[in-house]
């Protein structure tokens, strides 16, 4: 199983930005889900290994995905945060099927949380 080390949330105010990175030595895609309280998981955003992006409905607009394969790293940059960002951000690494459904996906490790105050 592959480990996942999510790391970059904060204590932010809205209309800041975040970079949230992910360790993950995969040849897979990775994806990022967040969980705020109370809420299902949701589909953030997910790239290939050779860098294809995919964004659901939020992170469009305002976050950015990105690799870097030499450092094994994922990254998730956040701009212009708003309140209801806030949540647990996980990273997870996909293992075939729906690229939005976190039922695709082996979460390997803790993630980082992320809270925006108003």
């Known amino acids: 199983q592959v480990r996942l080390v999510a790391s970059g949330g904060g204590l932010v105010r809205e209309g800041d930005s975040l970079r949230l990175s992910c360790a993950a030595s995969?040849?897979?895609?990775v994806g990022w889900f967040r969980q705020a309280p109370g809420q299902k998981r949701e589909f953030v955003a997910a790239?290939?290994?050779?860098?294809?992006?995919f964004y659901g409905d939020s992170g469009k607009g305002r976050f950015t995905i990105a690799r870097d394969n030499a450092k094994n790293t994922v990254y998730l940059q956040m701009n212009s945060l708003k309140s209801e960002d806030t949540a647990v951000y996980y990273c997870?690494?996909?293992?075939?099927?729906?690229?939005?459904?976190?039922?695709?996906?082996?979460?390997g490790g803790q993630g980082t949380q992320v809270t925006v105050s108003s």
């Open positions: 995969t040849l897979a895609t």
């Open positions: 997870a690494v996909n293992r075939g099927g729906t690229i939005v459904s976190d039922r695709s996906y082996d979460f």
């Open positions: 790239i290939s290994y050779s860098g294809d992006p």
